[in-house]
């Protein structure tokens, strides 16, 4: 199983960036998928998830009306789609897969490596 994420990149506060998340060899249509942030020197910490049947969906407090998770199935795709950046939303982005949605990673079952986003002020 590989998970890839990308689209990171540079950007001013008040921008936009798209994170994708590309998965192979999964059924990606059973499969939860989870983004995870890691700030500069601190721990891993829970973004956003999307339920495997695009059921539901679950956000951190601080990037609830900002960011919005999908997917696209026939893709075996997820993305994050990011408005509104804050230098604080600054960080190593990571896609996690598991069967349900959890906010824990500790839940996830594979892991892609990180794609940074930066953000100015």
């Known amino acids: 199983v590989q998970l890839q994420a990308s689209g990171g990149g540079v950007v001013q506060a008040g921008g936009s960036l798209r994170l994708s998340c590309a998965a192979s060899g999964v059924t990606f249509n059973r499969y939860s998928i989870g983004w995870f942030r890691r700030h500069p020197g601190k721990e891993r910490e829970f973004v956003a998830a999307i339920a495997w049947n695009e059921g539901s969906s679950v956000y951190a407090d601080s990037v609830k009306g900002r960011f919005t998770i999908s997917r696209d199935d026939a893709q075996n795709t997820a993305y994050l789609q990011m408005n509104s950046l804050k230098p604080e939303d600054t960080g190593v982005y990571y896609c996690?897969?598991?069967?349900?949605?959890?906010?824990?990673?500790?839940?996830?079952?594979?892991w892609g490596k990180g794609t940074l986003v930066t953000v100015s002020s």
């Open positions: 996690g897969a598991t069967i349900s949605v959890a906010t824990w990673e500790n839940e996830y079952d594979y």
